[in-house]
């Protein structure tokens, strides 16, 4: 017990008080953070200049930025010798910067819906919460797309589907005795099925059909969405095979791995894209005809691949090896304990590296435009930067190409993030 | 004075293990191991570490793999066959050193998984099983957290249950203690006492001498990948006959 006077009972409780006001809001931030000392304060005011003269050097720009006219002439006319931007360009070639200048214009609906449709069918295999169910319509997308986008009748997609679904479901029957078996019965049932309804497709051309449109009068912005899309989506599940490959036990199936990933790796795109356009027309026979698209996702998806191969097999590497002891030790096999126990986990630590690949992969189908494809950076550099009407509009052209593409890449990286929050487990 | 947890023990055998050599390498791991162990038995396995006693474990459910010699657990002969491969391990349960649960599945989850696709069993009955084993572990109010919200201790007794779900003949525990603080130790110990008095046959690798003592039929001592000793536990810790175990016993009990 201490000497004077410890003993103390309070009988009046003091109700909660407000901070002083340099303690609080935003005068305590500013302090805090902007005028802390007087080195801090002259950074402050430093940045401060720069910004108001990067947004005065730029605001009168935008704000003179014609939207009206013909022509880059008559831009210059209407601004008279102020500074401005010339954004009618993107007005008058609105529809050229994104479906190119081949895709019919009565048809602009086709693409316009295929992807409205996309977003539905991402949306399940993005966010989990939503009912399961919504999935079919993701697994049919693809085919419905293809008619949308390509058209012609509708039986080629619905056969190649059917074709799919046979396959699959030979695969199932069979493939609980052997796994082997199962697969060869499967393919050999859908190839069969996709010969006989070859027959069917051939005498029923005209059926429900949309104009077709070549996959050369593909273009603009669609073009790179096209290739970005199906480029990302088949090469994730490619990658992800490819690094258990490079896993497996069994040396030969590890070395066609290695092998291809590490050519892959070696080689720069733009070569592999070259192949794509020239060097294969070479090796294959006259007669063949493999659409230039196809050949340029198949090199794109093998490309992704590659680089995603290695991004999981970081994250499997990532695991502690007690997980697949564990698994093994309740009796699963191999491929359950992957799908239940070590992809998921492995996956989640790959997140940040996939989404890096796969927004960089999204930006490299501007690539293609030196294989003279007119997707949106092929359409601005050619027909409409050499038009003599818009010749010499670079910012504006180029401006809004990197906005469209920000905003897509933005989003994609925003989108992963948060992903990432929901599958936080550990310190919740 | 302990209370001892000693059942019958049938003749039935549940592992048998003749000349059995395992190797790292060139490192000589394992030497010539012979070892029976009846159904409804509780073995010790001590030693110094490297002495090459998880190892012995681990081959009984074929984490490692030995090179010559045969192990038969409950009348299946292990082989580098797949199918017998996973048939033993579903019918042996494991409980590691560091619990190696699945940090991205619920507790419930954790315990209903190899059910729902190993035993086929549906999902409402994996859960009610799940429950039960949870609620005899002592934690059936924490099976929906994720094992990083558990101590140590729970998420050990979680990964007996884990084990437990599927109704394994034998359990095989590598260390279970040693990475837990030592007030939780007592809990998993409690738990694992509790299995050997329903009749459990289990290999337990462990320091807990006094757990050798109350549980075991048998204390085996192992050292330089070989069997060194083997005896009841009376008379292994009162009168140990070989040199090397005298040495390790008295470093043990000796503080």
Not at chain 1, 54 to 73: H, L, M, T
Not at chain 2, 183 to 206: F, N, P, S, W
Not at chain 2, 228 to 233: D, M, S, T
Request: with cysteine; aromatic share 10%.
């Amino acid at each position: 017990m201490a000497k004077n006077n410890a003993a103390f009972v309070r009988h009046q409780l003091i109700e909660e008080q407000a901070p002083p006001i340099t303690e609080r809001g935003v005068v305590k931030w500013v302090r805090e953070n902007l005028f802390s000392s007087p080195f801090n304060v002259i950074m402050t005011l430093l940045s401060l200049w720069v910004i108001y003269s990067i947004i005065a050097g730029v605001a009168p720009w935008f704000i003179n930025g014609v939207w009206n006219a013909n022509s880059v002439r008559d831009c210059y006319d209407i601004l008279d010798g102020a500074t401005g931007a010339c954004f009618a360009v993107l007005k008058e070639r609105f529809p050229q910067l994104i479906y190119g200048f081949k895709y019919p214009s009565t048809e602009y609906w086709r693409p316009n819906t295929a992807v409205i449709l996309l977003l539905f069918a991402l949306a399940p295999i993005l966010f989990r919460k939503l009912p399961r169910k919504f999935l079919l319509f993701s697994l049919i997308y693809p085919f419905l797309a293809y008619w949308l986008i390509w058209g012609g009748t509708p039986l080629v997609p619905v056969v190649a589907f059917l074709g799919f679904v046979i396959g699959i479901y030979c695969f199932r029957r069979f493939s609980a005795n052997a796994f082997a078996l199962g697969a060869i019965i499967g393919v050999i049932a859908a190839n069969i099925f996709w010969v006989l309804g070859g027959y069917v497709v051939d005498a029923n051309e005209t059926f429900l059909a949309l104009q077709a449109v070549p996959s050369r009068d593909m273009g603009g912005f669609m073009l790179n969405i096209l290739l970005g899309t199906i480029a990302v989506a088949l090469s994730i599940p490619l990658g992800i095979l490819l690094a258990l490959g490079r896993k497996s036990n069994m040396p030969i199936i590890k070395w066609i791995c290695v092998l291809f990933i590490e050519f892959i790796r070696g080689v720069p795109l733009i070569t592999l894209l070259f192949v794509a356009n020239v060097i294969l027309a070479f090796f294959l026979p006259p007669e063949t005809s493999i659409d230039l698209i196809l050949r340029v996702i198949v090199m794109m998806t093998f490309f992704n691949a590659a680089y995603i191969a290695e991004v999981v097999r970081g994250g499997l590497a990532a695991l502690p090896s007690g997980q697949y002891e564990a698994a093994n030790s309740l009796g699963l096999d191999y491929s359950k304990s992957m799908r239940f126990i070590i992809l998921p986990q492995a996956l989640k630590i790959s997140i940040p590296g996939i989404v890096n690949t796969c927004v960089g992969m999204l930006k490299d189908t501007t690539l293609v435009s030196i294989i003279s494809m007119f997707d949106l950076v092929g359409m601005i550099r050619g027909p409409i930067l050499s038009s003599t009407s818009w010749n010499g509009v670079y910012w504006e052209l180029f401006g809004a190409a990197a906005t469209i593409f920000f905003v897509v890449c933005f989003s994609v990286s925003k989108y992963s993030q948060w992903l990432e929050r929901q599958l936080e487990t550990s310190n919740r | 004075m302990i209370k001892q947890a000693k059942n019958e023990v049938s003749d039935e055998i549940a592992i048998g293990i003749k000349g059995m050599n395992k190797w790292f390498g060139s490192f000589h791991a394992l030497r010539d191991i012979d070892l029976t162990v009846n159904q409804g038995e509780r073995i010790v396995v001590c030693g110094p570490s490297g002495s090459g006693k998880s190892t012995l474990i681990r081959c009984v459910n074929a984490l490692e793999e030995h090179q010559s010699g045969q192990i038969i657990v409950d009348g299946i002969e292990l082989t580098s066959d797949i199918k017998n491969i996973d048939k033993i391990r579903s019918e042996v349960g494991m409980c590691f050193q560091h619990f190696n649960l699945f940090p991205h599945l619920t507790i419930l989850e954790n315990c209903t998984l190899a059910q729902i696709w190993v035993r086929k069993t549906p999902k409402v009955e994996a859960e009610e099983i799940a429950m039960h084993f949870l609620e005899k572990v002592k934690i059936p109010e924490q099976a929906d957290k994720y094992p990083g919200q558990l101590s140590g201790g729970q998420q050990q007794r979680v990964a007996i249950a884990r084990s437990l779900c599927m109704k394994p003949r034998i359990m095989l525990f590598d260390e279970p203690t040693s990475a837990l603080d030592p007030e939780m130790i007592k809990e998993v110990l409690d738990t694992m006492i509790q299995l050997a008095e329903d009749g459990m046959t289990m290999i337990v690798v462990t320091h807990e001498m006094g757990f050798a003592r109350q549980v075991a039929n048998r204390v085996i001592f192992m050292d330089m990948g070989q069997i060194v000793e083997q005896n009841e536990p009376e008379e292994f810790f009162n009168n140990p006959q070989s040199d090397r175990t005298k040495l390790f016993l008295s470093q043990i009990l000796g503080h």
